[in-house]
């Protein structure tokens, strides 16, 4: 069974910067994707990035596209997710997901994945 902890949120100010992590246990990082995910107050959960977790290959949602990283630790069991230039649209509940279907399905559509981490909050303030 997959679980995935995040971490790193809190307050930041608009137009620093912010690295989430999200521990993986049950995953395997030779295969499958992961991805984060945000849902801000009374929004739909969007994407923000995604990752096939074997050979790193990525994707961007455009509102994010230029400003943000995803990578992944495979030792470690780890994901990140920095985010740069950081806008008060940022703000929301930071979402890691993740699938071990490496293919098939739309990597930035959450019903591509089939576990979640409880999120974590993200507060961007100008």
């Known amino acids: 069974q997959v679980h995935l902890v995040e971490s790193g949120g809190g307050s930041a100010q608009a137009g620093g910067s912010l690295t989430l992590s999200c521990q993986a246990s049950g995953y395997s990082f030779n295969g499958g994707r992961m991805a984060w995910f945000r849902q801000a107050p009374g929004k739909e959960r969007e994407a923000v990035a995604s990752?096939?977790?074997?050979?790193?290959?990525?994707e961007f949602a455009d509102t994010v596209k230029g400003r943000c990283t995803i990578s992944r630790d495979p030792a470690k069991n780890t994901l990140f997710l920095q985010i740069n230039n950081l806008l008060v649209s940022d703000t929301a509940i930071y979402y890691c997901a993740g699938t071990n279907q490496a293919y098939g399905g739309d990597s930035l559509n959450p019903s591509t994945y089939d576990s979640w981490g409880q999120g974590t909050q993200v507060t961007v303030s100008s």
């Open positions: 990752i096939r977790t074997s050979v790193g290959d990525t």
